[in-house]
């Protein structure tokens, strides 16, 4: 914002002092005995190096006050016009306006996610969260990062409260912090559970001493890309069909069925009811895999009189058509 901000600043001193050249070359006049519009034609004339007739003859205190103006409203007026071209020419201007218009989309987001970090992590998150049609703002303090991101992004330093607000906090249902060092990590977590109590908080830990103190800083969930890589490797060694099945259910997109999770709330239709009673596979089409209950345990591969709780999870799958009617039998 830095760069986009400081030509800004440099053309309204221009303006501002290009003004009071012109203010005072037009008062200077006056008391010279020129009419006010005569005085302002004077001044521009002057101050523009246009050389137009004077509309009145100068006298020696005239002329030494147009030396003078002469000399103070070239420099000032050379000072603004090439702060102007700046604009143009170095594309500041056109930054403003996208700036401009990304606030606004950004303004008009819901539910949305904030990754922070632009780096290969938080990447890999856009990805999988533009597949699930989730709307996106990115945060990094590098220009450089943020000129081909495809999605809205807020340039700064995301322990910068202004920043978070920038990107929609109070809107947003979820940020992941996805920034280079643990310590950036366990900042924001911080920053962003104080402004906002109820948003959930996923976080990058390098390490595995900074798991708990991101957990207790306020993280919903903390993940180690190293141990899920290290653990993603073995499973391919022990397990490689079962990973690719998985794989291609929740990314790839190739396959029509999808493992998708839905909350029961206490108004729901399926409060209450056991599995059987719902009938889901019968309605809808989509199969229960587990019922995570409210304490967090998990129940696999429930039997048909398992009852259904206000707050339990359902891990279902499906394909999207049977897991809408699901989302859709369940309100």
């Known amino acids: ?101 990304m606030e606004r989309s950004i303004d008009q987001m819901e539910r949305h996610v904030i990754v922070c970090g632009w780096g290969r992590v938080g990447r890999e998150v856009a990805r999988f969260l533009t597949n699930a049609g989730r709307n996106i703002v990115v945060i990094d303090r590098d220009p450089d990062r943020l000129v081909d991101v495809p999605f809205a992004s807020v340039c700064g330093d995301v322990t910068d409260d202004d920043v978070l607000i920038g990107a929609g906090i109070d809107r947003a249902t979820t940020l992941v912090a996805a920034l280079d060092t643990d310590a950036d990590n366990l900042y924001v977590t911080v920053a962003s559970k104080s402004m906002r109590p109820d948003l959930q908080v996923i976080a990058r830990a390098r390490s595995a001493s900074s798991e708990p103190k991101l957990v207790r800083a306020g993280a919903d969930r903390v993940v180690n890309p190293q141990q899920l890589g290290g653990d ?44 059987r009673s719902a009938h889901l596979r019968d309605r809808t089409g989509a199969l229960v895999l587990a019922i995570r209950r409210p304490d967090g345990s998990f129940l696999t591969n429930p039997s048909p009189e398992e009852t259904i709780g206000a707050g339990d999870v359902l891990i279902s799958v499906g394909t999207a058509e049977q897991l809408a009617a699901l989302v859709a039998f369940a309100r």
Do not use: C
């Not at 999808?258 to 599995?275: P, Q």
């Open 1 to 101: 914002m830095d760069t986009v901000r400081d030509p800004f600043r440099r053309v309204w001193i221009g303006l501002g002092a290009l003004l009071f050249v012109l203010v005072l070359g037009t008062s200077g006049y006056l008391l010279l005995g020129f009419g006010l519009l005569d005085s302002v034609y004077q001044a521009v004339s002057t101050v523009t190096t246009v050389g137009f007739n004077s509309p009145h003859r100068l006298d020696a205190g005239g002329k030494a006050f147009t030396i003078v103006l002469i000399l103070v409203g070239v420099g000032t007026a050379l000072y603004t016009f090439s702060s102007v071209f700046e604009l143009f020419i170095d594309g500041h201007m056109r930054d403003l306006v996208r700036r401009r218009k």
């Open 232 to 275: 993603r490797m073995a499973s391919f060694v022990v397990q490689p069909h079962v990973v690719d099945f998985v794989d291609v259910v929740m990314h790839d997109g190739t396959l029509k069925f999808r493992l998708e999770e839905l909350h029961v709330s206490a108004e729901s239709t399926l409060a209450g009811n056991t599995l």
